[in-house]
């Protein structure tokens, strides 16, 4: 048998029986990008201490960090490959999977109360009834904005009941002291700067509608390098535990990335519990509760089947590794 016909038949045998074969490892990235986020203050100690560096260092990988503004950030940049890890809250990184970005949530890097309804201190508004026709700034796609809705919701109202003006959270906070919104859908730290300062206060609160912050990891990445991504929530958790050890240095972080005084970091890390980080049932259940709310009132498509995309979505694997390390 001659050498060629040998090479057609061996590649037809590993065309027919491919899915048996071990696949190839992919090459190790020159480099990998993570997000920073104020509303992620263990994404800020990372940053800080330099530790993401110093273990991807030891394979030549450099590493790029990029400022996520809010969930909605995070997720263009995770879908556009701009990053690798994304911190999102997880209810928006559940709405921005069903709508087909390919991602995967690994790790819990805390449970907030990050988001409220916020107005002037001055203004008549003291309950939820009180926002039909008024305008109420609030961020596409993140936290804050799907907590709007659940709230209106669960009030009797709907977004057609009032005027959704969309500006980024930094711009919110401005459009609402300056008058040009009534209420703004609020987000840490902006909105405890803005409460501390006396400009504004939190009329409706309710934690329970705030989801977890979630990282996220782009899931090509995570499939073609697992170890990558187990290494980074490894680091993740080193930096956890460091935030819990060391609660005054973590609000100098805190205070010193954001430009914030301590007096505000310090309500924010009170508002920002890090106890566990483990991703599972617990913020599947959180994650399907809030869409179903929004498929109820039309952002999640009716055919769109949420439970699925909470499992597609939530991969605990990670989180388990860790745990038996």
Do not use: C
């Amino acid at each position: 048998m001659s050498i060629t016909r040998r090479a057609l038949i061996a590649a037809a045998a590993a065309v027919a029986f491919g899915a048996t074969l071990p696949a190839v490892a992919a090459e190790k990235p020159s480099a990998i990008s993570l997000d920073y986020a104020y509303y992620n203050p263990v994404s800020l100690v990372l940053k800080n201490k330099g530790w993401v560096e110093e273990e991807f260092g030891k394979d030549g990988i450099d590493v790029r960090w990029v400022l996520s503004l809010g969930s909605n950030k995070a997720l263009e940049f995770l879908s556009s490959s701009s990053v690798d890890f994304g911190s999102t809250a997880g209810a928006a990184a559940l709405l921005s999977r069903i709508n087909g970005n390919p991602i995967k949530s690994v790790y819990i890097y805390s449970k907030p109360e990050w988001t409220a309804l916020v107005t002037q201190t001055d203004s008549p508004i003291q309950k939820v009834e009180d926002l039909k026709g008024k305008r109420i700034a609030a961020t596409r796609g993140t936290d804050p904005y799907i907590f709007l809705l659940r709230v209106l919701d669960q009030h009797g109202l709907s977004e057609k009941d009032v005027k959704i003006v969309l500006l980024q959270h930094p711009d919110g906070k401005t459009a609402l002291e300056r008058g040009d919104v009534d209420v703004w859908a609020g987000l840490d730290p902006h909105m405890a700067q803005s409460e501390i300062e006396g400009k504004s206060r939190l009329f409706f609160r309710n934690a329970d509608l705030n989801t977890y912050g979630f990282l996220n990891v782009r899931e090509e990445f995570a499939a073609e390098h697992p170890e990558l991504v187990e290494r980074l929530i490894r680091i993740y958790e080193r930096g956890r535990q460091w935030a819990l050890e060391n609660p005054q240095e973590l609000q100098q972080i805190l205070a010193k990335e954001a430009k914030l005084t301590p007096e505000v970091a310090a309500r924010q890390l009170e508002r920002t519990d890090l106890a566990n980080s483990k991703i599972g049932e617990v913020h599947r259940e959180a994650i399907v509760a809030a869409g179903t709310v929004l498929q109820t009132v039309g952002i999640v498509p009716s055919e769109a089947d949420v439970q699925k995309a909470a499992d597609e979505l939530i991969d605990p694997s990670f989180g388990a590794k860790l745990a038996q390390n």
